[in-house]
């Protein structure tokens, strides 16, 4: 599986769109990036997937550069309750039974 | 649907003595993961069930380490002769491969201390 690359921590102001990155040079042409969180003393959460293009949900939107070894994860309007680790994971198929968690970002929203 | 729910939440045990963890996935997912995480570091993959036959097992998951899921629905994570270096919070998912998002459904995690 590619390996991804994500910065350990970041700070963002509460209100504000947060713009996490992460890095998968090696990823190859059939590998979905997926983006979980988990919140202190929880499980991990789904947030967004994607292959080659942007995608939107409730929760976030998924920017996937073109050669796809890079993508951003937004939270449009950051809140306290968005205070958690993010891991970007770059998975070989849709439904592949495992996924292979880093290290991930720490996010702290600050009021 | 009331999620994947784990039990206990919390375990404290001394060195030496066995442990079982249970998981209740969300019941139409037939396929039940089990995770181990350490202090500031993320999840890492143990086992993998598919209904009941275990499919795959992580090398982290040593001869002390037992997982089962005899009717395909709950799972049992058995712990023996625990260390200290098995403090850790374990973790279980759930997903159906019919989903369009290929998402896992985490539970709480089991917390286990050994003293």
């Known amino acids: 599986d590619a390996k991804t690359t994500q910065p350990p921590s970041m700070d963002c102001a509460e209100g504000r769109a947060a713009n996490l990155p992460c890095n998968h040079s090696?990823?190859?042409?059939?590998?979905?990036v997926y983006w979980y969180r988990q919140i202190h003393s929880q499980g991990p959460q789904y947030i967004i997937h994607?292959?080659?293009n942007n995608e939107t949900n409730e929760m976030a939107s998924l920017i996937i550069t073109e050669d796809r070894k890079s993508s951003t994860l937004i939270l449009p309007h950051a809140t306290l309750r968005d205070t958690a680790v993010y891991y970007c994971i770059v998975r070989p198929r849709l439904n592949d039974y495992k996924l292979s968690f880093g290290a991930g970002t720490t996010v702290t929203v600050r009021a | 649907d009331t999620g994947v729910s784990q039990d206990p939440r919390h375990k404290i045990t001394k060195r030496g003595q066995n442990v079982t963890f249970r998981c209740d996935p969300i019941s139409e997912h037939n396929r039940l993961y089990w995770y181990r995480q350490t202090l500031g570091q993320g999840p890492e993959f143990l086992t993998y069930?598919?209904?009941?036959?275990?499919?795959?097992k992580s090398r982290l998951l040593s001869d002390r380490f037992s997982a089962e899921r005899p009717k395909g629905s709950f799972s049992t994570l058995e712990i023996q002769r625990t260390e200290q270096g098995d403090s850790a919070m374990y973790l279980c998912?759930?997903?159906?491969?019919?989903?369009?998002?290929?998402?896992?459904?985490f539970g709480e995690g089991s917390r286990l201390t050994v003293l």
């Open positions: 069930f598919q209904n009941e036959a275990q499919l795959e």
């Open positions: 998912a759930s997903s159906s491969p019919g989903g369009n998002t290929g998402e896992l459904f």
């Open positions: 090696t990823i190859s042409g059939n590998e979905y």
């Open positions: 994607g292959l080659k």
